[in-house]
C-alpha cells in the first residue's frame, strides 16, 4: 500500500484535493480552489519576478477591487496587489541580504531621492496621525506601489524592450475595458449619467477611467512614428488610437479632456526647446497674474451657468462653472475643507489615507452641495497636492510638488540631449502621459490605486533610467540601464 501511495502519489494528492474542494465549497468556503493560482504566483515570485511584473502590468487594467464587491470593506485589488505585496516582501529580504540589487546610479538619481524622503515622511506622520491603523495601511500600500513599480522597474527596464512592452500590455487589457464599458454605454444611449457607472467593476468611476484613457493617448499618437514599430502594429496602435479617443470621449470626464490640453502645450515646449528656467518663469508670472486678479476672474467665472449634461458643447462650457455645477463646486468644498484642516495641523497633518475620514466637521455650509456626505463615501481631497497637504502637512505637499518639478526638469533637459530616434520618441510618450496625470492631480487624486500606481511609478522609472543612458555633456561615459 504504501509502495502504491509513492508511486502514484501525483494522482491521489490531486483526487484528495478535488474532494477536500468539493467539500469546502458545498459549506460555502470555495477559497481552495485558489491554492493552485497561489503556488504558480509564488513560483512566480521566486523564477521569474520579471514575467509576473509584466503581467501584473497586463493585469491592473482588469483589476476588481473587492471593497466595491461588498466583500467586507476590504480595499485591495485582485490579483495585482496581493502579488505586488509577496514581490514587495521578497525583494526588500533580497535587497537587505545582497549586495547590489539596485544600480547605485539609480539610488543616487535625485528623482529617487524624493521618491524615498515622500516615504520617509510618511513614515514620520503615522505617528501624530489621527488615525495611526489607516496611516500605516496606506504607508504599506504605497510602499508595494513604489517597491514594484518603481525600484523593481528599474530592473526590469535593463531590457529595453520590456520598456516597450509595458505600454502596450496595458494598452491591450485597457482595450478590452473600454470595449466592455462602450457596450455598457451604448445600451444607456451613451447618457452622461450612466457614463459615471458603466465601466464597473474595473473602475470605480469615471473619472479614474478618463484619467487612465488620456494617460496612455500620447503613446498610441506616437507609437505609428517609433521607426522600429513594425507595420502590423502600427496599424494596430492607430485602432487603438481610435478606441481609446473614443473611450475617452464617452467618459464625460473632463479633467481629463483639459490634460491632454495641457500634454499638447507640453509638446509644443519640447519642441521649441524651451528650457526649464523659461517654463518655471511663465508658471509663476501666470500664478502671480492670477493672484492679482482673483476676484475679477472669479467673478467672470461665476456668469457661467452651463452645466454638466449630454450634450458634449454644453459639458465642455461646463468646465468652468463654479456657480451651480455640483461637481465643481463639491470639488472646491473639497479643497477648501483640506486647506482648513492644514490649517489646524500645519506640519504632519492629519495622517496618510486619512482626508475622507476627517474631512467632514471642516466643511463650511456656504461650501457645501447637494452631493456633499460625512460618512467618507465620497473620495478623497481630489487633488494630489492638497490631499498630502491635509494628510501630511505642507512638507508632504512640497514633496509631491518636489517629485514632479523634479521630473519634469530631468524630461526636458533629456529631451534636448537625447539624438533623434525611437529612444526619445518612446520618452516624449512616457513624459507627456506623465504630464496628463500632474494636470489631471490638480482635479482628482489616485495614486493610491494600482489603476494609477503602476503607470505612474513606471513611466517614472522610465524617465530615470533614460536619464542614466544619456548623461550630461562632460558627466564621463554613459551610464547603463543596467549597472555602472
Partial sequence: MVQALKRHWVPVVCAAFVLLNLLLTAHDMPWLALLPAALVAVWAMVAAADKLLLFIVFATPLSINLEQLDLGGIGISLPTEPLMVGLTVLFLLKVALEKGVLAPAVL???????????LVWMAACIVPSAMPVVSFKFLLARLWFVTTCYFMATRLFEDVRNMRRMPW????????????????????????????WVMTPFFKDHTSYGAIIAFFLPFLVVAPF?????RTLRGVAFIMLLLFATGLVFSYTRAAWVSLVGALGMWAVLRLRVPPWALLLVLVSGGALYAVNADRITVALERNREESSDDLGEHVQSISNISSDASNLERLNRWHSALRMWQERPVF??????????????????????????FGTGGNAHSEYLGPLAEQGLPGMLLMVLLVAVTVHTAMRLYRRMPAGP???????????????YLHGSLNNFLDTDKAAVPFWMFTAIVVLFDLRYPKAGAGRAVSASRS
Fill in 108 to 118: 543616487r538619481h535625485p528623482i529617487t531621492a524624493v521618491v524615498l524622503a515622500q
Fill in 169 to 196: 500590455l496595458f494598452i491591450i487589457a485597457m482595450a478590452g475595458v473600454i470595449v466592455y464599458t462602450l457596450i455598457n454605454h451604448a445600451q444607456h444611449h451613451f447618457e452622461q449619467d450612466p457614463a459615471h
Fill in 423 to 437: 529612444e526619445r520618441t518612446l520618452l516624449v510618450a512616457v513624459f507627456l502621459g506623465l504630464v496628463t496625470y
Fill in 349 to 374: 497633518g492629519w495622517g496618510p489615507g486619512t482626508y475622507m475620514f476627517q474631512y467632514a466637521p471642516f466643511q463650511a455650509s456656504e461650501d457645501r452641495t447637494i452631493i456633499s456626505t460625512n
Fill in 226 to 230: 517609433m521607426r522600429d514599430t513594425p
